[in-house]
């Protein structure tokens, strides 16, 4: 590409592109595309320090916190976020399975037609996938989820005449605020003229807007409104801070009655050194739970029943942390001892992974219209039958082994099914120009003599009215005498087998011992092509009987 604006630079490619030319702002330059442009810099808003609110936290505090965010102001309740899965082990657990989730999961892209340009961009976005990171930003992406946003910035290159993603950067959420206008657009952090050049800034000059192809931004839309609002960390910021409480009175009750209470005792009247040696003395024996009286008075410590008060401090700890679970993984039995039988377990995996797919989906959805879009729009221009589709997750239809062999049994029947279709399922791309291509072997020619196939014969079985007592056997004889010569030897032994059957396992075995007597080349040829007419409409859910 030679030097200057590209030429995709002269079109507004995408509807953020739209918005930004209507209010007069200038679309992304080449040096903005390839820079690093979110980074920490020296002297800048945008450092890797941050303040822990969560040290000394009160629900004054935490409600403070969390109105500064709604109010457009988030920087605190993103350190706070942060501070949680510091501060209690079961939220840091539960969290990192809900970011983990999609990132194990399959991705595909399929194309928006056979077509050869439609087939192209997808094999764009295929060939880069088995080379790129991608994987390792998902959990990055899915901190979304907790704070109502993620950011990854996208360094692109394309030195070569080709554009290409060449490096994949997690941001951290504090450089960023939303729009004071809408609460909801997110405006990068900047600190002068000089930092981010490039970037066109907003009203604020300490914002700048993040122009379209160069972010990846995912939101939080758990239940609507704006995404600071639908983030997972603030419920469950309450659930850690009253579990806090309970487990800092727990860990008091335990100093306190988890070990033995000395008591010294001595006469009245002893020197205060007798009796400062004796406090030493007790003191020396553990911990500080150690006291000296005179030997006529007496200590009563009024407590709960010892056992009962830990229980009770134990159970406050386990409902924050089955509270927890529910609101970040939607339930208890994956993460926690919850015995709910085998069917309660089972049902909880359901919830857990429809959980799962919806996360894949909207995460599938920022990439298909951060990454998959303005890189078509980079590279080849707007297509004109529409964009690759970038796919996450568990695949709802049939593995790639079961495919395959539907596939085999129903294409010959004349089952259409379009190739890219097939390539889009088994993650394959378009073959180049100087690949070679696997074929279907060679068909042998076939033998002379009349060849019906087994199929429309079992279909005329099927159509004949039921009547006379008829059966799968009766079925089964006229669909193999239809596909035999009616005066060979086998044919007849056939229609004699199936006579004195009474049974289909005893028709079975007779049809194995006349096959086993040459020559019955033209009968094996002809139950063979029976057998597999009968999968096949088994297959197909017809009945060989005419009987519904």
């Keep these: 590409m030679s ?36 980074g920490p810099r020296v002297g800048s808003v ?76 997808a094999d764009l976005i295929r060939d880069w996938l088995h080379t790129a990171d991608l994987d390792a930003q998902l959990p990055a992406l899915m901190d979304a989820v907790f704070k109502g946003y993620a950011v990854t910035e996208l360094v692109w290159e394309g030195s070569e005449g080709q554009w290409r993603p060449s490096r994949l950067l997690a941001r951290n959420p504090r450089w960023f605020r939303p729009d004071p206008e809408d609460l909801r657009t997110l405006r990068l952090m900047v600190e002068g003229a000089g930092d981010a050049p490039g970037l066109p800034r907003t009203g604020d000059p300490q914002l700048a807007v993040l122009p379209p192809g160069k972010f990846i931004v995912h939101e939080s839309d758990a239940r609507g409104g704006i995404p600071l609002v639908t983030a997972l960390a603030r419920p469950a910021a309450w659930g850690v801070l009253f579990k806090t409480f309970a487990v800092k ?28 040696r004796l406090f030493a003395s007790v003191r020396a024996m553990g911990s500080d739970a150690a006291a000296v009286i005179p030997d006529d008075q007496q200590i009563e410590i009024v407590s709960l029943a010892g056992q009962a008060a830990s229980d ?127 074929r279907a072997p060679t068909a042998p020619a076939p033998e002379a003599g009349p060849q019906p196939q087994a199929l429309p014969a079992l279909q005329a079985a099927q159509r004949a009215p039921a009547g006379g007592g008829r059966d799968l056997i009766d079925d089964t004889v006229d669909a193999i005498l239809a596909m035999t010569d009616p005066g060979s030897e086998s044919a007849v032994a056939v229609l004699l087998a199936g006579e004195a059957a009474g ?17 019955a ?24 009987s005419g009987e519904e």
């Excluded at 049974?503 to 020559?519: C, M």
């Excluded at 033209?522 to 017809?542: I, K, N, S, T």
Aim: charge should be negative.
């Design 3 to 38: 030097g200057g604006r590209p030429p995709w630079l002269r079109r507004a490619f995408d509807r953020s592109c739209e918005v930004l030319a209507a209010a007069g702002l200038p679309a992304p330059t080449r040096s903005v595309l390839t820079g690093d442009m979110a």
């Design 46 to 121: 945008r450092q890797h320090w941050h303040e822990h609110p969560v040290i000394g936290l009160t629900p004054e505090g935490l409600h403070a916190t969390l109105s500064q965010a709604e109010a457009g102001w988030p920087a605190r309740f993103f350190a706070l976020a942060d501070d949680l899965g510091d501060r209690d082990l079961h939220y840091r657990a539960v969290s990192e399975t809900r970011r983990g989730g999609p990132a194990h999961l399959e991705i595909t892209v399929e194309a928006a037609s056979d077509a050869p340009d439609d087939v192209r961009n």
């Design 249 to 276: 009175d727990w860990l008091v009750f335990s100093e306190t009655y988890g070990m033995p209470f000395r008591v010294g005792k001595y006469r009245p009247g002893l020197p205060d050194a007798e009796i400062d």
């Design 312 to 438: 009770l401090y134990e159970r406050l700890a386990v409902y924050f942390d089955l509270g927890l679970s529910k609101v970040i993984l939607g339930q208890t039995t994956t993460t926690d001892a919850v015995n709910g039988g085998h069917a309660v377990s089972r049902e909880h995996q359901q919830v857990r992974e429809d959980i799962e797919r919806r996360d894949a989906r909207a995460l599938a959805a920022t990439l298909n219209r951060d990454l998959v879009r303005p890189w078509v729009l980079l590279e080849h221009g707007r297509p004109a039958r529409g964009f690759p589709r970038l796919r996450i997750g568990r695949p709802d239809e049939l593995p790639r082994a079961e495919l395959a062999r539907v596939l085999a049994s129903l294409v010959p029947l004349g089952l259409r099914v379009g190739e890219s279709d097939v390539r889009d399922r088994l993650g394959l791309p378009e073959p180049g120009p100087e690949q070679e291509v696997l």
């Design 503 to 519: 049974t289909f396992e005893e028709f079975l075995a007779r049809l194995a011992a006349i096959a086993a007597k040459p020559p």
């Design 521 to 544: 080349g033209d009968f094996v040829r002809a139950l063979e092509r029976a057998g597999f007419g009968a999968a096949v409409a088994g297959r197909l859910g017809m009945p060989l």
